[in-house]
């Protein structure tokens, strides 16, 4: 086995690993809020002075503001409109479309975080807890890199007894709530992580295999080591990506 560099040495800490994932998942949330003009688009045209024609004052009253239903002389008949507590009005505090959502993590906290995934990678207490794997962690093939279909992929990582693990992540779920009316109505679950240094043709081959995931080494990040901010990801490396994993110092 190729001697691995010492990030591969990193103490894991799934607390900084959830911590950079939570912030990445930040990131990608997507804005809400509503109308500024929701709940007041009515016209209230009653005055709210003493001295004023069509008073609200002295006249057992309440001061919320009207929507006048019909007028007769200075008698008229209404319905609340615009005040929070009334039919139709406005929310009192409406979520905001400009709040800001993004969580932000210390560059030394994020890079300890990838490194913590990285090591978690090879313990096998940790992966076995995830995935359906026989054999040893990491796994580092040569030939990785150079793979441009779909089958050898496939053949390539049952060699590396990862059978029952391809069948796991073939199964997939209807998804509980109402994300399944949103677009989003199918939950696959996370297989392994290829890890290369260049794309020759592998991303494409593990386009069609469900559940693998492919990334450069200098892409790494803690959602992809640790999916669920869960550490301890299946990863298969090419030597390539080890190499530039040392060479470049990446993470460090």
């Not at 005040?83 to 009005?89: E, F, N, Q």
């Not at 995931?213 to 901010?229: F, M, Q, S, Y």
């Amino acid at each position: 086995m190729t001697d691995l560099p010492k990030q591969f040495n990193e103490r894991v800490r799934p607390d900084i690993v959830k911590r950079a994932v939570l912030s990445i998942q930040s990131k990608n949330r997507q804005s809400y809020g509503s109308d500024r003009d929701a709940g007041l688009k009515q016209v209230t045209r009653i005055k709210q002075r003493s001295n004023a024609f069509r008073t609200q004052k002295g006249r057992g009253m309440s001061r919320t503001p009207k929507k006048a239903m019909l007028a007769r002389g200075s008698q008229f008949y209404w319905v609340g409109a615009k005040a929070p507590h009334t039919r139709g009005g406005r929310r009192a505090h409406a979520p905001k479309a400009e709040k800001d959502w993004e969580e932000e993590v210390n560059d030394k906290e994020r890079r300890k975080a990838i490194r913590s995934g990285i090591a978690a990678s090879t313990d096998k207490d940790l992966v076995s807890a995830q995935h359906r794997y026989d054999g040893e962690v990491p796994i580092i093939d040569e030939g990785l890199e150079s793979i441009e279909k779909t089958q050898e992929l496939k053949q390539l990582l049952e060699d590396h007894g990862m059978t029952e693990e391809l069948e796991r992540v073939k199964k997939k779920k209807v998804r509980a709530g109402r994300g399944s009316n949103r677009g989003r109505k199918y939950k696959r679950r996370v297989g392994p992580l290829v890890v290369v240094a260049e794309d020759n043709g592998v991303f494409k081959a593990a386009s069609n295999l469900p559940g693998v995931d492919v990334t450069r080494v200098e892409n790494l990040n803690a959602e992809k080591l640790a999916p669920g901010a869960e550490p301890g990801r299946l990863c298969v490396w090419s030597e390539s990506a080890i190499e530039k994993l040392e060479e470049d110092q990446l993470f460090e």
